[in-house]
């Protein structure tokens, strides 16, 4: 099974920058779309932003629209996540999960059957 590493997460100043990282391993990214999702204390979780597997189409949460920049690099096995003018309500556990199909299938967490582990993000000053 396809594993997901996230890391870049910290804490940050309202107004700041993050660059969240998901890396892949054991599989290539190749054949995968992969999400980004997040959960806030005391929230569910929710989705973010998603790209599909050859990187021509990305999707994004109205919340985050215009500040935040999925991207990705197949021959690194790696998926980003830039973070601009970070706002405390942007503050929760950010997770990378992965599904195996061309396109971004929403939101939808039970169709991702890959997830890592989180990377915890704090917007606060």
């Known amino acids: 099974q396809l594993q997901l590493v996230e890391s870049g997460g910290g804490l940050v100043q309202p107004g700041g920058s993050l660059r969240l990282s998901c890396a892949a391993s054991r599989f290539t990214l190749n054949y995968y779309t992969i999400g980004w999702f997040r959960q806030a204390p005391g929230k569910e979780r929710e989705g973010v932003s998603c790209?599909?597997?050859?990187?021509?189409?990305?999707n994004y949460a109205e919340s985050v629209k215009g500040r935040f920049t999925i991207s990705r690099d197949n021959a690194k096995n790696m998926v980003y996540l830039q973070m601009n003018s970070l706002k405390p309500e942007d503050t929760g556990v950010y997770y990378c999960?992965?599904?195996?199909?061309?396109?971004?299938?929403?939101?939808?967490?039970?169709?991702?059957?890959?997830w890592g582990q989180g990377t915890q993000v704090t917007v606060s000053s």
């Open positions: 790209i599909s597997s050859s990187g021509g189409s990305t």
């Open positions: 999960a992965a599904v195996r199909l061309p396109y971004c299938p929403g939101y939808d967490e039970k169709r991702f059957a890959s």
